[in-house]
């Protein structure tokens, strides 16, 4: 089975700081990827699907890119409310694996 | 506006059945070619994907879990269910629903329930 492997697991950063998160698949996936955040305490809510496109409602300062096996989720302008972590999901075939998840933390 | 809602047991016992059902309104279940998806979450733990049901009828299921697990749909009542069976304790778990919309991701997700698996 293909594994996802996100990192770093945990970040702590200023508000206004441009973050990155890394999300890795084992094998090549195309662009079948989504991106999740679930904030503390709630359900998870789908951010980005297709690596790169942006589901309505969410802020531009949130952009995904990548293909094959190297993606990544930025931050342009961390504010308070990303206070979350953050979730990539392969759904190129079963199993729609999860990464293990990154939390984002304000200093 | 399509809504999710789980319901069932909030405590198992070990070696017993967990059986979960996800209502689905605002839509039809039969409505378009997606499928029904369940994922789960232990406690201060991440996302592990159970399984999905397709519109078609098909299921797909975690390798992790293939053995214990059986997703099916009820389109007469507009829902789709989840059992478990032969449950320890590993299986605590906050339990979603979710549409697993075609090339795009899980949206929406119903609000959760929360499964204690304890004698």
């Known amino acids: 089975d293909i594994r996802m492997t996100q990192s770093p697991s945990s970040l702590s950063a200023s508000v206004g700081d441009r973050i990155t998160i890394t999300c890795r698949a084992s094998?090549?996936?195309?662009?079948?990827l989504a991106w999740y955040q679930q904030r503390p305490g709630k359900v998870p809510k789908l951010l980005i699907s297709?690596?790169?496109t942006l589901q309505s409602g969410v802020p531009s300062r949130f952009s995904g890119s990548g293909s094959g096996t190297d993606f990544t989720l930025t931050i342009s302008s961390l504010q308070p409310e990303d206070v979350a972590t953050y979730y990539c999901?392969?759904?190129?075939?079963?199993?729609?694996?999860f990464g293990g998840g990154t939390k984002v933390e304000i200093k | 506006q399509l809504q999710l809602q789980e319901s069932g047991s909030g405590l198992v016992r070990p070696s017993q059945t967990l059986s979960l059902t996800c209502a689905v309104s605002?839509?039809?279940?039969?409505?378009?070619?997606?499928?029904w998806t369940w994922i789960r979450q232990p406690p201060g733990k991440g996302l592990e994907w159970i399984g999905y049901?397709?519109?078609?009828?098909?299921?797909y299921y975690n390798p992790s879990l293939k053995s214990r697990v059986t997703i099916s749909v009820d389109r007469s009542k507009n829902q789709f269910s989840l059992n478990l069976n032969s449950v320890t304790a590993a299986d605590t778990a906050v339990y979603y629903c979710?549409?697993?919309?075609?090339?795009?991701?899980?949206?929406?997700w119903g609000q959760g329930t929360l499964v204690t698996v304890s004698s």
């Open positions: 979710a549409k697993a919309l075609n090339w795009v991701g899980f949206d929406p």
């Open positions: 605002g839509d039809s279940i039969n409505s378009d070619g997606h499928s």
């Open positions: 049901i397709s519109q078609t009828g098909n299921t």
């Open positions: 094998q090549g996936i195309s662009i079948y």
């Open positions: 297709a690596a790169s």
């Open positions: 999901q392969r759904y190129n075939s079963a199993p729609l694996t």
